[in-house]
Structure formats: structure tokens, C-alpha cells
């Protein structure tokens, strides 16, 4: 094994799963979830001089993810605009919601993830990290590298311009 390869290793060890979660969480579909695990393994292989010169190595490899979920996630959200997913109202399981209520929850779904993503970069991730992920204060202090005051910051500017994101969206239907 190479001392790439073991730095790697040493640096992705511990926090594996940690990376799994957080990709799958934001992605929140297998396939892409493996995918986008795939490109954010690859950045870091590609970045392990910088990453391992990173005064915290493992936030930096969280940011990582979190950026490669977000490229995903506004893939898809391109790729996916206006589509209703068929496959699933048609597997439902008897007993399960009906049609309606299992489209209305996943336009609110994809509208959350549209106002995530619109969000400014800093605010985004401090949003997921804080709802999504319930990380503390500090730890997303570390994941973006400032300070904990600033990342407090962030998750309230983020949750404001969301609010109002999600609003505005909600004022447009009822027009509609």
C-alpha cells in the first residue's frame, strides 16, 4: 500500500459512515447517493496534499461531501423539474397514503430541496448540517471553517431566506 493510500485510508476511516449519512441524507436516493459517494471519494483522493494540510482534515473531507450532495442534488433537481413519480404511487402498498397525498408530499420535498439548493453555499450547508444532519453549532463551525458565532449566523440568515423561499413558492401555487 502506498502512502497515499494509507493517508487516505487514515483520513476516511473514522468518519466513513459519518460520509455515507450525510451524502445519503441530502441525496436521499441509493443510486445517486453511491454515485455521489464515488465523486466525493474521488475529490479527496484528488485534493489528500491540501486535505492533509487542512488544520481539520475531516471537516474539510465533510465539506466534501456535502458539496458533491449538492452538485447531485441540483442534477437531478434539473434533470427531474416537473416529473411526477409514477413507478411509486403505482407500488404503493394498500393502506399507504393515497396518490394525492404522496405527490403534495413530494412537491414539498422537491420545493425544500430547490430552496436548499438556492440558497447561498455557506447558508445551504449550515442548513443541512444544523436540520438535516442536528449537528451543534461547533461542529458546523469546523465543517465550514469559521466560527461558531458565524456559523450560528448562517443557519438563522439560511432558515430566514428559506422561510421566505418556501413562502413565496406556496403564494405562487395558491395564485395558480
Known sequence: MSTGEHLFNELIGPIRDRMIRTVGRIVADPHDAADTMQAALLAVWTNLDRIHRHPNPQAYILRVCISA???SLRRRLREQTG?????????????????????AAKDIEAAV????????????QAVLLRIVEDEPFDAIARVLDCDEQTAR????????????????????????
Open 113 to 124: 430541496l430547490r430552496g436548499i439548493a438556492s440558497l447561498p453555499p455557506q447558508q445551504a
Open 69 to 71: 450532495a449538492y452538485d
Open 153 to 176: 449566523s448562517h443557519v438563522s440568515k439560511g432558515k430566514a431566506r428559506l422561510r421566505d423561499l418556501l413562502g413565496a413558492m406556496l403564494e405562487m401555487e395558491t395564485v395558480s
Open 83 to 103: 416529473r411526477a413519480d409514477i413507478e411509486a404511487i403505482a407500488s404503493m402498498p394498500s393502506g399507504s397514503p393515497g396518490p394525492v397525498a404522496l405527490a
